[in-house]
């Protein structure tokens, strides 16, 4: 009003920015929901890297995973089913100095998204993505979701699903171009924080696959893993993840294993028995799309705003017609 | 504040509502709160003793007080003084207040060639030609902004300060707090990148009394200065042709010849200079120029040279001037001596384009004096080309309160409606009918501010009518203003802050705007025939709505956050003005009754809902508390009139315009009718041959039924056999066992009296928060941590622990002995223990 935008305050002093400073609205998510933890663990990242929230975006599709844009105080999109990856592929090219992250879920990525994820793979622009895998399609209220282990009933599967559960991890690895592919849990803060980090640094497509409680639909999904250290192996090497010694002391089941070994990434990735948490793969070399794509002159306001207008032309509606 | 209500406390049997205690109250609530601002950032909603129908304190006599005030403007004894100031601005200002840290549309630079960007758009252009994408160029983004709120800081208190030196001393007082070396050195480099891109200069002017006259001033120099420049070269190669026939003449004459002027011509003295002028009287180049022409073309000539300052740049226009032979300045406040200074300077102006004209032919060689004598000796402002008239400088008058307070109507009128080109500026501070004193003062918007309309029906006057706060309208009106064809008059709001002492110039008039008492138009008579060419009502704040509003953001008393929606009305403008404190009443949160209606919501109201509710304008005190401030009945007339006159604007503006709804609405009923009938026939047609079918349909399967039954003999139809029971899978139970001896391994370790957190491993799961959010907190991690033991029982310590998905609380022992059902507990927390 008045000619003129409150939110146009220039606040343009050089402040520290806490975490409090990255949480947008009031997090909806159930009471015990890992989304809590990869939401602090994210949060704590923008403030040690004192990410600026305006040169910052999260995209996600849908699910409970992709609600995470609206509780980051940074920019965000919240789009369609599946669509994450491609929308924030976009962002990155014609705007290459944001920092773009990637909320996914299991159903959003694995299932509807498949091929976007493949191919955003292959092409890897410089990416932080995190799949907020928990086993079931949680929004919808408990569907089979492409990562249900074999045998657990859902509403879609009342008798129980009845295929083994798809690996995000070595379906990953398989693809042309992987360039950064990890796993860890949301209920160790501290190795989720480190490798969602190391992530965030590394240049190309960061593939963080995060196993996600699901307290209400899942309750006892990883109770295995949560009752006895000896079922998660902390993959460990100079080039990989920090482990303090205090967690050292709790989980004893080790192995060494050098992130540049692609071979044995897909091995570990392969395991039934045991859950890796650690980064399996890490390549530095492998070019990105978006600096493939990088346009060589960046459009004019006046050019963006005529391509705008002209989309929203074509969905725009006279009110009085 | 605290005295007020300390002594309404003395006053009215208020028994246990002790103001006191609450104001107390509410601020450890909000300390308690630490997200919540103190300094008053967000309006607080005051602790509220709704007055119950019934209650200890008598609500019917409050609503009497406030019924009284409404209708007979009789202040109750408790009323909170509203002046000075602890004076309550309207609730959709507040956030405004601190104008100086907003971007707006001021400063304005007055540029040398006639331009008036805007600070912001000078800052912007110089941000996108140095800041690229990237660290680097964010960082010079931010440094460039620092330095515009600095400069803007400055030009408030700077008046007449060019941007220049306004930017230079913003640099030094940036320089000076940068808090390192380092950051001062790429503040330094950012500034300087900005300073080499920087391509303008000249006066910054911010939002004062004055501004709407600079603006006009620049603006019409501006396109003076302009319009000059297209014209001057022919006007110089004119003048300096009917020269070279002087000079021509000069250097064929006696006086050229001699030796003395042949000498300092060449400027040698290797010549006999006797000796060439001797030759040169001997030979013969020609007759001398006629005498009458020479003198016809000196005169003209010299008539030109008069004038010419006037479009060679040396002159601005309206400046004062003794190189022209008329006043250029503008004419204050007396109408009668604007067209009397207006047939003076087109007389002048008739001799200078005659001169041209005589100019002109001349240096042709077209001059006939058996015609052109003639003609010329008659020639006056009448035989102006509508070109040349274009190029007499317009009487200009400038109207201001001296104006309004003795005003020369019938003058002014006469003036705009002679015809001549005469552009009037009027200068408005004052909207009211009266000064709060008078009889019924508040009910009357005044009548200047109708003066714009009023004008409108002369129909051939372009009118530009808006307030300070619409810089780019005014330079647009007024520019348009200037270039049309006839006469023009611009009416500025300027805003007043001897009215309106709590608000910056700006907002009071952008006020004015935005509450549709000065509703900003421009009617320009050049566009076209038809009102929807001349009349744009476009550059008001939403067009289409009867009030604009806005949402207002508040907090509770208990720290919530709320928001409700406001509209910004004519009552919102007169309660932030002084002199009508007569017509408003802050009310005391202890009184607000629930008889109580927002002035936008009253004025929905049916007429038999109205008796017994008392409109108010949501305000918010210095203190940063939301205020209700109820307003008289005749501040509600005022309103509805302003709304019927806004109306009738948007009427004229093609907004909701009546007649073209009335034919719409009939033209739709038209169309739905004829549709109605079309679909009814076509639904007609279509039953029945769903009728036919189904009759078809339903014959044919009973005949197939029937024969089946015939045909199979008479035995029982396949009943549905109820699915066998499924037994339900064995759920996937995790290894119970191995749960139990970890936990019974935990039992034997040490064990801790008082509760504990492993707060590292916390995954912010929000569980124990939710179940006590005083004992258990995040840290700068948003992690938990047991914030305060004593804050919650052993049973929050023990449901959290058993809810917590990483199991990390340990409970302790109990604090207090007493508490229910502590066996129970004591054995459920073992495990976390």
Redesign the interface.
């Known amino acids: 009003?008045?000619?003129?935008?409150?939110e146009?305050?220039?606040?343009?002093?050089?402040e520290y920015k806490?975490?409090?400073d990255y949480q947008g609205r009031l997090?909806r998510w159930c009471?015990?929901?890992?989304d809590?933890?990869i939401?602090?663990a994210v949060?704590?990242l923008c403030r040690d890297e004192q990410l600026?929230p305006e040169?910052t975006v999260f995209v996600s599709g849908i699910g409970c995973a992709a609600r995470f844009p609206h509780y980051m105080n940074t920019y965000g999109y919240h789009g369609l089913h599946g669509r994450a990856l491609p929308t924030a592929m976009g962002v990155k090219i014609r705007?290459?100095?944001l920092h773009v992250f990637v909320n996914m879920g299991d159903g959003d990525c694995c299932s509807i998204g498949t091929a976007h994820w493949i191919h955003t793979i292959r092409m890897n622009p410089d990416l932080l993505v995190m799949l907020h895998d928990n086993n079931i399609y949680g929004l919808t209220k408990m569907q089979v979701s492409p990562t249900t282990?074999i045998?657990?009933?859902t509403n879609t599967t009342p008798?129980?699903s009845q295929l083994k559960a798809l690996n995000p991890l070595t379906t990953t690895l398989g693809v042309t171009n992987a360039s950064f592919v990890a796993q860890v849990p949301?209920?160790?803060?501290?190795l989720l924080f480190d490798v969602i980090e190391q992530g965030y640094h590394h240049k190309g497509l960061a593939f963080i696959r995060i196993l996600q409680?699901c307290?209400h639909f899942m309750p006892?999904l990883w109770?295995?893993l949560?009752?006895?250290p000896n079922n998660t192996v902390l993959l460990r090497h100079e080039n990989g993840m920090n482990v303090s010694e205090?967690l050292e002391k709790v989980y004893k089941n080790n192995e060494i294993h050098d992130p540049s070994n692609l071979h044995r990434a897909r091995e570990i990735a392969e395991w039934d028995d045991k859950v890796p948490v650690g980064i399996l793969y890490r390549n530095e070399t492998i070019p990105c799309y978006n600096e493939l794509k990088r346009p060589e002159r960046?459009p004019s306001?006046e050019q963006r705003e005529t391509v705008l207008n002209r989309a929203f032309d074509r969905f725009g509606m006279d009110p009085n017609a | 504040m605290e005295k007020e209500h300390g002594s309404s406390k003395n006053e009215e049997p208020f028994g246990e509502i002790d103001w006191s205690a609450h104001k107390e109250k509410e601020g450890n609530a909000i300390s308690a709160e630490s997200s919540l601002p103190t300094d008053g950032d967000v309006p607080v909603e005051p602790s509220l003793p709704w007055l119950q129908e019934g209650g200890d304190y008598d609500a019917a006599s409050a609503l009497s007080d406030l019924l009284d005030f409404f209708l007979y403007g009789r202040r109750g004894p408790h009323a909170v003084p509203d002046a000075g100031a602890d004076r309550a601005i309207p609730a959709l200002l507040y956030p405004y207040r601190e104008l100086a840290s907003i971007r707006h549309d001021y400063p304005i630079c007055l540029g040398e060639t006639g331009t008036t960007p805007t600070l912001t758009e000078i800052i912007d252009g110089v941000a996108s030609s140095v800041a690229e994408q990237g660290e680097v160029g964010e960082r010079r983004r931010r440094h460039i902004l620092q330095l515009e709120t600095e400069i803007r800081h400055l030009s408030d208190k700077t008046p007449g300060g060019r941007l220049s030196t306004l930017w230079n001393e913003a640099e030094k007082t940036l320089l000076e707090q940068a808090p390192s070396d380092d950051k001062r050195a790429s503040l330094r480099e950012s500034i300087a990148a900005a300073r080499a891109a920087l391509k303008i200069d000249g006066e910054l002017l911010a939002c004062r009394p004055d501004t709407a006259h600079r603006l006009y001033m620049a603006v019409v120099a501006g396109a003076w200065e302009r319009k000059c420049a297209e014209w001057r070269n022919d006007l110089d190669s004119l003048v300096q042709r009917a020269h070279n026939i002087l000079a021509a003449d000069e250097s064929h004459s006696a006086d050229a010849n001699n030796p003395k002027h042949l000498r300092e011509s060449t400027g040698g003295e290797d010549m006999d200079f006797d000796k060439l002028s001797d030759i040169l009287k001997q030979s013969h180049v020609g007759e001398p120029l006629p005498e009458a022409r020479r003198e016809r073309i000196q005169r003209s000539l010299d008539t030109i040279a008069r004038v010419m300052p006037l479009f060679d740049g040396t002159v601005s226009l309206l400046d004062a001037s003794a190189k022209l032979p008329f006043d250029l300045q503008p004419v204050r406040n007396v109408c009668n001596a604007a067209l009397d200074r207006n047939d003076e300077r087109m007389r002048i102006m008739a001799g200078f384009f005659k001169a041209l004209r005589v100019a002109e032919l001349e240096s042709s060689n077209r001059y006939r004096e058996a015609t052109h004598d003639r003609f010329f000796a008659q020639f006056d402002t009448t035989h102006l080309s509508a070109e040349e008239l274009s190029f007499c400088p317009p009487v200009v008058v400038v109207l201001d309160r001296e104006f309004f307070a003795a005003p020369d109507m019938a003058g002014l009128f006469e003036l705009l409606n002679s015809g001549i080109p005469v552009k009037v500026l009027a200068e408005l501070d004052d909207l009211s009918g009266g000064d709060g004193a008078s009889r019924n003062p508040a009910t009357t918007p005044g009548w200047p501010a109708r003066l714009a309309g009023m004008v409108t029906a002369l129909n051939h006057v372009h009118v530009t009518q808006a307030s300070a706060s619409l810089p780019a309208l005014l330079s647009r009106g007024f520019a348009a203003g200037f270039d049309y064809n006839g006469p023009a008059f611009a009416i500025v709001y300027t805003g007043n802050t001897e009215t309106q002492p709590g608000l910056p110039l700006y907002l009071g008039a952008a006020a004015a705007i935005e509450s549709r008492l000065f509703p900003a138009f421009e009617f320009d008579p050049g566009k076209g025939k038809t009102l929807a060419d001349r009349m744009s009502v476009a550059d008001n704040p939403h067009t289409d709505k009867e009030w604009p509003g806005d949402t207002f953001s508040y907090r509770s008393e208990s720290g919530e956050e709320r928001t409700v929606e406001l509209a910004f009305t004519p009552a919102d403008f007169v309660v932030a003005d002084a002199r009508f404190e007569a017509h408003y009443w802050r009310v005391d949160p202890a009184k607000w009754h629930v008889g109580m209606a927002p002035l936008h919501e009253y004025l929905q109201l049916a007429p038999e809902e109205m008796p017994g509710r008392v409109p108010y304008v949501t305000a918010v005190d210095s203190d940063g508390v939301v205020a209700r401030v109820v307003v008289t009945h005749q501040v509600v007339d005022l309103v509805r009139r302003v709304a019927l006159s806004w109306r009738n604007m948007q009427e004229s503006g093609g907004v909701n315009n009546s007649f073209a709804v009335t034919l719409i609405a009939e033209e739709k009923a038209r169309l739905e009718e004829a549709m109605t009938l079309e679909i009814e026939e076509v639904e007609k047609k279509y039953s029945a041959n769903l009728e036919r079918d189904l009759g078809d349909l339903t014959q044919e399967i009973v005949q197939r039924i029937a024969s089946q039954l015939l045909s199979e003999g008479a035995g029982a139809p396949a009943a549905w056999v109820a699915p066998a029971a499924v037994p339900a899978a064995a759920p996937a139970t995790p290894a119970p066992d191995a749960t139990e001896a970890v936990e019974e391994e935990d039992e034997e370790a040490v064990t801790f009296d008082d509760p504990y957190i492993d707060t590292p491993l916390c995954t912010s799961c929000n569980e124990c928060t939710k179940i006590n959010n005083k004992l258990f907190e995040y840290d700068d991690n948003k992690q938990a941590f047991i914030a305060d033991a004593g804050a919650g029982t052993f049973r929050d310590l023990v449901t959290s622990a058993e809810k917590c998905p990483v199991k990390i609380i340990h409970p302790g022992k109990p604090r207090d002995a007493s508490e229910a059902g502590l066996d129970d507990l004591v054995k459920r927390a073992e495990p976390f223990n």
């Open positions: 009003m008045f000619g003129l935008k409150n146009c305050t220039l606040n343009t002093d050089e806490t975490v409090e997090a009471p015990g929901c890992g809590n933890g939401l602090t949060q704590k600026p040169k705007r290459p100095d282990p045998g657990h009933k008798h129980g949301e209920w160790m803060p501290e409680r307290p006892t109770d295995s949560l009752s006895d205090t960046m306001w």
